[in-house]
C-alpha cells in the first residue's frame, strides 16, 4: 500500500512510538501490553500498510534484543533451583520440541514436502523462544519452579532445532557421515566448556581489578555476551544459545540487586537493549514468520 521507510532514524523513530502507544491501548483494553507491538506489527508490516519492511536496521534491532532477553534470563536463573528442577526441565523441552515436531513433519509430508523440509517444518515448530521472560521478570516470579522449567525447557528446545538445523543443512549437500556428527557434538562440547569455564575465571579476575567503574563492567558483560553469541556460530549453534550460556557463565558474578544488574535490567542510555529492542522483537516475529509463510 505504502513504500516501506527506508531510513533508520524514522524507523526507529516509528518503532519507538509503537512501544509508548499501544501498551497503554493494550492495558486500557484490559489486555496484555505485549500484544500491543505485535498488532502493531501486522498493521505496519509488509502484508499490511507495508511501512516497516523486515530488513537490516529491523533485523539488527530484533536479533540483539533477543539475544538481551535469553542472556538476562540466564543472569538472573536461579541455579540451585534450575539444579532441582533439571528433570521436569528436560522432560518440559522434549515434550514441548518433540510433539511440535512430529505433527509438523507430518504435515509436511502430507503436503508433498520434501523429507528435509517436513523435518524443517517441524523443528521450526518445536523451537521457541523466551519472548513473555521480562514480563515473568517484572512481576518478580522468575524464581518460580514453573518460571525455570520453562526457561530450562527453552534451552533444550533451542538446542534440539540448532542440532536438527545442523543435520538439514548437512543433509542439503551430503555431509552427514561420522565426520559430520563427530565435528557436530566435539564442537558444542569444546564451546560449551569454554563460555562455562573460560568466562568464570576471566570474570571473576576481572571485577577485582581495582578502580573499573560501572561504565567498564556493562562493556565487560556486553564483549562477554555478544562474544559468545558470535563464537556460537562455529560450534554449529545460534546466538541465543551463547547469550544463554553467557549469563549463566556469569550468573553468580553479578547481585541480583547490585548497581550493575540495575543497568543491565533497565539501562537509561541503553534503552534499545533491554526494552526498545525487546519490543521490537515482537515486531519481528510477526515480519519473519511472515517471510516464512510466504516461502
Avoid at 501498551?23 to 500484544?35: A, D, E, Q, S, T
Avoid at 534491532?61 to 521436569?88: M, P, Q, S
Wanted: proline residues 5%; positive net charge; glycine residues 10%.
Amino acid at each position: 500500500m505504502f513504500e516501506p521507510v527506508q531510513e533508520p532514524v524514522v524507523i526507529f523513530a516509528i518503532a519507538v512510538t509503537v512501544f509508548l502507544v499501544t501498551p497503554f491501548i493494550m492495558v486500557r483494553l484490559r489486555m496484555p501490553g505485549i500484544i500491543g507491538p505485535i498488532i502493531a506489527g501486522i498493521i505496519l508490516g509488509p502484508y499490511g500498510l507495508n511501512i516497516l519492511a523486515r530488513d537490516s536496521t529491523i533485523e539488527l534491532l530484533g536479533t540483539v534484543g533477543l539475544l538481551f532477553i535469553i542472556f538476562i534470563a540466564g543472569l538472573e536463573l536461579d541455579i540451585d533451583g534450575f539444579k532441582k528442577y533439571r528433570h521436569r526441565s528436560l522432560v518440559f523441552g522434549l515434550l514441548s520440541f518433540n510433539v511440535p515436531l512430529i505433527i509438523g513433519f507430518i504435515l509436511g509430508l502430507l503436503f508433498k514436502f520434501s523429507f528435509s523440509a517436513a523435518l524443517l517444518l517441524g523443528s521450526i515448530l518445536g523451537s521457541h523462544t523466551l519472548l513473555a521472560y521480562p514480563i515473568a521478570s517484572k512481576m518478580g516470579v522468575n524464581k518460580n519452579k514453573a518460571v525455570i522449567t520453562a526457561i530450562g525447557g527453552t534451552l533444550v528446545t533451542d538446542s534440539f532445532a540448532m542440532v536438527f538445523l545442523a543435520i538439514i543443512s548437512g543433509m542439503a549437500v551430503g555431509q552427514v557421515n561420522a565426520q559430520f556428527w563427530f565435528q557436530l557434538i566435539f564442537s558444542i562440547v569444546l564451546y560449551a566448556t569454554l563460555v562455562l569455564i573460560i568466562v568464570p575465571f576471566l570474570s571473576k579476575s576481572f571485577f577485582k581489578i581495582p578502580g573499573i567503574d560501572g561504565a567498564n563492567e556493562f562493556n565487560y558483560v556486553m564483549v562477554i555476551l555478544f562474544i559468545s553469541g558470535w563464537m556460537a556460530f562455529y560450534a554449529g549453534l545460534q546466538p541465543i544459545i551463547g547469550a544463554f550460556l553467557a549469563g549463566l557463565s556469569l550468573n553468580r558474578y553479578i547481585f541480583p540487586h547490585g548497581s550493575l544488574m540495575t543497568g543491565l535490567s533497565l539501562p537509561p542510555t541503553l534503552y534499545l537493549f533491554h526494552s526498545s529492542c525487546y519490543q521490537l522483537e515482537c515486531l519481528w516475529i510477526y515480519l519473519r514468520s511472515s517471510q516464512v509463510g510466504r516461502l
